[in-house]
Structures are given as structure tokens and as C-alpha cells.
């Protein structure tokens, strides 16, 4: 359609005009206000971290300025966290959640703990997508320094896990189901760090609670010293990792079109490694504020330098992104999920 000059000329001062309200609203709502971020896991850990860097450079990317501070939230994986969020926080923008992607698919498992539907939570993206692995601690007390050691084990391998629904458990579990790995899981972590710490006075051997991030910063002492050596990883569209080595990676195992289905299920959420919520029902217009201004956070050159220093180049995910993987679960076919879940169903 063609504009007169003078026409096409008021047409573009009003669009102008409209976007400029537009972020003078949001600027009114967000200065002089606190943004709460709810972590699902104990201080200390990958998920803690990350959240906390991205809170002291986020706030200057939302228009208004508001202050950013990041509560801890732990309990059963981060699904205590995800649950608050879903059902009780405000439904304002000022409050959003951190929570491991994974526990978003339990509703779709059956649990009925899980007090949510993740394709309506308001996904604001995802600070880093990284590849997801099992570790043990010392060989595990039977010189375990890969995969295939695992397998040959007569010893019992014990894994330290905040609770079923998590990965720390579905990983080990799909090690024993698929593989007939000789592994049995122990519950009531908070997170990877008190895991690691558990199994340092040895009551634990292994965590399947790593990522390429986590060993770089948090436990970065331990893997260069050789004392935290990665075996397994579940990378679907690597077969390698070059900071893991050797470690096994799950992709060559899935062999049939339904293995490879049920792989998806299981590890594609994996990727979406830091994922940022917001409440179903948070207006509109600050959520995609909210959405503009975490990737705008992922490459302003303060936060890329604090990554360098923790040996992380970020691989942020859109919150567009995240919401469609996310929605993609829900036409999956109820009975490959029942397959999953019995893959990995705790013993």
C-alpha cells in the first residue's frame, strides 16, 4: 500500500511515537523496583552462579533500571521453585524463576507433583545452552575413569541427587535401564555442590548434575586435578565434547528411529541449560522488555568479559525458542513418554 509523502510521513511519527510510549511505560513500571529472581537449588552451584552474574549486568539492559536480586529456592530439582512461580508469584514482572529445564516435561510423565504446564509459563530465554554429563569422584572406589569401566564394575557406584525428577537421577537410571550399569541413586541433595562435597568425605561416587559451565568455574580445581573425571555425556548432536576428553557420549547409542525419539524426550531439554521464567499472565509488553533484555545482557561486553574469566562463551537461547521447544513436548505421544519414564524410573 502506498503513502502519500505527507500521509506516510505522519504514519512513521505515529509508529515512533507509539514505541517510545511503549518504553516510557515500562520504564515507569520498572524504576525504583526490585526484580526477585527464585533459583531452584542451594547456593553454591552452576544454576546459583550464572544467575547471580547475569542479575548485576541484566538490570541496566531493562528500560527503568530496576535492582535484581536472586533468592535461592531448593527443593525437590528445582520443581518447588517452578511450582511458586506457576501458581503464586506475581504475576507482575517482578518476579522470576531459574529452574533446571528438565523438570518442565514431569506433568507429561505423569507426576502429579508437578503443578504446572511449561508451554504457559512466559519463557524470558534461556543465559547459556551447554551439554549435560555424569561424573565420578575419584574412580568411585573402583578405578572408574570411563564409561565402559562403569559397566564392568562388580562395586555398586553411588550417585548423589537432589531428587527423582532431576537429572541427577534420570541420567543414572537410564545408565542402569538401557545399559545395565551397575549404579544406585541417593536422594535429598540440594544440588551439585553439596553432591560433590558428600562424595569428598565419601558417602557419594558419582553426580550426573554437571555441565561444560560448572566444571569450568565451580568445580574447575577438581577436574584439573583429575579427582572429578567425566564419563558420560548427552549431547544429541555431538558425539564428542572436547572439555570432557574421552567421556562417552549418548547420540551413537540410539540406534532405532524410536530410540532416537525417546532420546529427544529425555536430553533435548538438557540444552536449554539456565532457562528464565516468568508467571503465565505477566503482561505482555514486559515480558518481551524482559525477553529484549536478557539477550541484550548474553553480549554486553562487561558480562562476555565475566564469562571469560569463568571460562564460559555464552550460547544464550530466546525466550521465542524456549517457548517452542517447550510447547513441541506437549503433541509428543503419550506412550513414548510412558516408555521414557520407564528408562529412567528410580529403584
Keep these: 500500500m502506498k503513502f502519500p509523502l505527507a500521509r506516510s510521513g505522519v504514519f512513521v511519527f505515529a509508529l515512533i511515537s507509539a514505541t517510545t510510549a511503549h518504553a516510557d511505560n515500562i520504564a515507569d513500571f520498572y524504576k525504583g523496583k526490585t526484580i526477585t529472581v527464585h533459583v531452584g537449588f542451594a547456593p553454591g552451584g552452576g544454576f546459583d552462579l550464572l544467575t ?19 533468592s535461592n529456592m531448593p527443593g525437590a530439582g528445582s520443581m518447588v521453585a517452578a511450582s511458586y512461580i ?25 507426576n502429579d507433583k508437578a503443578k ?28 572408574i575413569r570411563t564409561l ?3 559397566l564392568k ?18 541420567l543414572p537410571m537410564f545408565l542402569k535401564h538401557f545399559l545395565n550399569a551397575p549404579v544406585k541413586v541417593v536422594h535429598g541433595y540440594p544440588g551439585t555442590r553439596p553432591i560433590v562435597l558428600a562424595a569428598q568425605k565419601g558417602e557419594l561416587d558419582a553426580t550426573c548434575g554437571m555441565t561444560e559451565s560448572s566444571i569450568t568455574s565451580t568445580f574447575r580445581n577438581e577436574f584439573a586435578s583429575g579427582d572429578l573425571k567425566v564419563i558420560f555425556h548427552v549431547n544429541l548432536d555431538e558425539d564428542t565434547v572436547p572439555l570432557f576428553g574421552g567421556a562417552a557420549g549418548v547420540r551413537p547409542m540410539l540406534k532405532t528411529d524410536e530410540q532416537k525419539a525417546l532420546g529427544e524426550i529425555l536430553f533435548r531439554t538438557a540444552a536449554i541449560t539456565r532457562p528464565i521464567m516468568a508467571p503465565p499472565g505477566t503482561p505482555k509488553e514486559r515480558v518481551s522488555a524482559l525477553q529484549r533484555a536478557m539477550m541484550e545482557t548474553m ?37 513414548l513418554f510412558a516408555k521414557a519414564a520407564a528408562l529412567t524410573k528410580h529403584e
Design 148 to 150: 565402559e569401566d562403569l
Design 86 to 110: 506457576y501458581n503464586v508469584a506475581p504475576k507482575d514482572g517482578t518476579v522470576l524463576g531459574v529452574t533446571a529445564s528438565t523438570i518442565m516435561l514431569e506433568p507429561l510423565y505423569g
Design 52 to 70: 547471580r552474574v547475569v542479575a548485576r549486568h541484566m538490570p541496566k539492559h531493562i528500560p527503568g533500571n530496576p535492582t535484581m536480586v536472586v
Design 299 to 335: 553480549k554486553d561486553p562487561d558480562m562476555v568479559a565475566e564469562g571469560k574469566k569463568m571460562q564460559i562463551d555464552f550460547i544464550p537461547m530466546s525466550g521465542e525458542r524456549v517457548g517452542a521447544i517447550m510447547a513441541s513436548f506437549s503433541k509428543t505421544p503419550k506412550e
Design 116 to 143: 504446572y504446564e511449561a508451554e504457559k509459563f512466559e519463557w524470558i530465554g534461556s543465559m547459556h545452552s551447554e551439554t549435560h554429563a555424569c561424573a565420578v569422584w575419584r574412580g568411585g572406589g573402583a578405578d
Design 153 to 170: 564394575s562388580k562395586k555398586t557406584i553411588v550417585f548423589g541427587s537432589p531428587g527423582p525428577e532431576t537429572e541427577n537421577t534420570r
